[in-house]
């Protein structure tokens, strides 16, 4: 099983900003954190990854504490279409027993 | 242009039977992996190639049979098909050395039932 915990269900109106945390406490020193979106009826889409403190790009910023032992993903101000499961994947490397997404995170958005 | 493309988009199947699903990507990428995608949403690797060459096989049976006839293709197929088999099975590729953690991109993912 993935070795990660996050909420299985968020809700939030349009332009708000949310923040999903995943929860990681045996998060190994050569692990990355990476997030990903789907929507249904199609694979996962990379939105993010980080090793420590803070990365940010176009789509979303991600924060990590010192501990590294969870993660916070912030997506500013969403819109109807970012409606998504939202799932955080911890692993070393894109293969292997510890690269297993969980039931991830749904955000509904609402107008 | 899709980068990752898979076929069919959905397969309804009688147990017992042999069907396979294709992907081909268009980025150039070096690895190319198959997952399975279950009913409570869990997602994980079956296969994973890197030039054509298996690196990877998480203890799937050996009714599933990946073939890389060239690097931007990678199929799957399965024998003997069985309903424990039903789930949606997504073809991924990176462009990646091994030991590294760079994104993925998957594929639209096949809706296999088996009956």
């Known amino acids: 099983l993935a070795k990660t915990t996050q909420p299985i269900s968020m809700d939030s109106y349009e332009g708000q900003e949310v923040n999903i945390t995943c929860s990681h406490n045996?998060?190994?020193?050569?692990?990355?954190i990476t997030w990903y979106q789907q929507f249904p009826s199609q694979g996962p889409r990379f939105i993010i990854q980080?090793?420590?403190t803070k990365v940010t790009n176009e789509v979303a910023s991600l924060f990590i504490p010192a501990d590294r032992k969870s993660s916070t993903l912030s997506l500013p101000r969403v819109s109807l279409s970012d409606t998504a499961v939202y799932y955080c994947l911890v692993a070393a490397d894109n293969y292997g027993q510890n690269f297993v997404f969980g039931p991830g995170t749904r955000l509904s958005v609402l107008p | 242009d899709t980068a990752v493309s898979q076929t069919p988009k959905y397969l309804v199947t009688q147990m017992g039977n042999d069907k396979s699903i294709k992907c081909e990507q268009n980025?150039?990428?070096?690895?190319m992996y198959w997952y399975k995608q279950d009913s409570k949403k869990f997602l994980k690797i079956m296969f994973s190639?890197?030039?054509?060459?298996?690196?990877i096989n998480e203890t799937v049976p050996n009714r599933f049979s990946p073939k890389s006839p060239d690097k931007a293709h990678l199929n799957l197929h399965i024998n003997s098909l069985e309903l424990g088999d039903s789930a949606v099975y997504f073809c991924?590729?990176?462009?990646?050395?091994?030991?590294?953690?760079?994104?993925?991109?998957f594929g639209s993912g096949t809706q296999l039932s088996v009956l």
């Open positions: 045996n998060i190994a020193t050569n692990d990355y």
């Open positions: 980080g090793y420590k």
């Open positions: 190639y890197n030039n054509k060459e298996l690196i």
């Open positions: 980025l150039g990428h070096d690895t």
């Open positions: 991924a590729s990176s462009q990646e050395r091994r030991g590294t953690n760079e994104k993925l991109f």
